[in-house]
């Protein structure tokens, strides 16, 4: 049952009043690098955790351009609450396109509705650790499901989770995908990684040892490379993009409003700004099914974006804006984070070559 501060689409004025509200505390979540509890429960309040799950799963099943709409405004107000939601819905995504019924009816409900909390650490998976020749998660199939060892090296808010789905690859190969509750025998949550930006995320390594996990919890697998199969198959993809993008507006509405006082900041402004909207019609147009680039294109381009709209939003903040709790020192910090987070190699190339000034 919705509530009356539901946001039932992105042109939901509710939607402008949660952003106020995220936008308010991103400061002081920044510095204090504290788990963003009361931002998530307001998502829950309003809604958004609904957005992502289909009607008859006890959500609203909004389509993926108004789904890329509502993470561009959320990611303007507050990138690190917005992340974690990334990845609170990865998981949920996961849950929900699973065959495993009872599952679904046993985690969907309190999902959606925000009373509990699940997230997802497959990068061992996709992009991070996959040089070395041991998987860093292991399974062991034995008679009534499977054994994990190893660590999942980045798991985003794991010591606030119920729920963590995660992945683990057998000796011949195969992959298998789980609902893991993080109170399941084995399962440790060191503290979380500082990083440079979006400390509060709390992300970091899960250790598994000996972990019993019975098939009851199994999402997918054991298959060749599951992270291709099943409904949420793949990893980044357009919400990378969007969270980026919604970044450099902020840093951009800053340097708008700093244009109406200093008007030789006009030029660079409206440059940024033309850039911005470029990129945006390129992103609601892959979401809606219309692709006028590729993702790695509009990923390098988001990416290029964010950070170089951060950093001028820091030169005309001039001097204040490199005082700890100045935006524009924050959004400098957390435009790097794009460069690192599900960044396929491409992208990654394309931005080397642009720093050492390479066509």
């Not at 920044?30 to 957005?51: H, K």
């Not at 046993?106 to 909390?117: A, E, I, K």
């Not at 170089?308 to 005309?316: E, K, P, T, V």
Request: hydrophobic share 40%; with cysteine; proline share 5%.
């Amino acid at each position: 049952m919705t509530t009356r501060c539901t946001i039932t689409s992105p042109d939901d004025s509710k939607l402008d009043e949660l952003c106020d509200q995220l936008a308010q505390r991103s400061g002081e979540l920044d510095q204090a690098g504290a788990w963003p509890a009361e931002q998530l429960r307001l998502c829950g309040e309003y809604g958004v955790y609904e957005w992502f799950v289909p009607g008859e799963l006890g959500g609203q099943g909004w389509n993926e351009t108004d789904v890329i709409r509502g993470y561009l405004r959320l990611s303007a107000a507050c990138l690190t609450t917005t992340f974690i939601i990334t990845q609170r819905t990865g998981a949920c995504s996961r849950v929900a396109g699973s065959d495993n019924q009872r599952l679904k009816e046993r985690l969907l409900p309190d999902l959606v509705s925000g009373r509990t909390f699940a997230t997802v650490g497959v990068s061992h998976l996709t992009t991070s650790r996959r040089h070395l020749a041991k998987a860093v998660l292991r399974a062991e199939e034995t008679g009534d499901g499977f054994v994990l060892e190893g660590f999942s090296p980045w798991v985003t808010g794991a010591a606030h989770a119920d729920t963590i789905v995660t992945g683990a690859t057998l000796d011949d190969g195969r992959q298998l995908l789980v609902a893991l509750p993080t109170d399941a025998a084995g399962v440790t949550v060191p503290p979380h990684v500082e990083l440079v930006g979006l400390t509060a995320s709390h992300t970091g390594p899960v250790n598994l040892d000996r972990v019993k996990v019975d098939r009851q919890c199994v999402l997918a697998g054991p298959i060749e490379d599951v992270m291709r199969s099943g409904v949420g198959a793949g990893t980044g993809g357009l919400q990378t993009s969007a969270l980026a993008i919604g970044q450099a507006t902020a840093a951009l509405d800053y340097l708008d409003r700093e244009a109406l006082k200093r008007p030789d900041l006009t030029p660079p402004a409206a440059r940024l700004r033309s850039e911005l909207g470029e990129l945006r019609e390129q992103l609601l147009a892959a979401a809606d099914g219309r692709p006028l680039c590729s993702n790695e294109e509009l990923r390098g381009g988001a990416n290029s974006l964010a950070n170089r709209a951060a950093q001028a939003a820091l030169s005309a903040a001039k001097g204040s804006g490199y005082v700890v709790g100045h935006p524009a020192g924050r959004w400098c910090r957390e435009a790097l984070f794009f460069l690192v987070w599900s960044c396929p190699q491409p992208v990654t190339d394309a931005h080397l070559c642009e720093l050492a000034g390479l066509d």
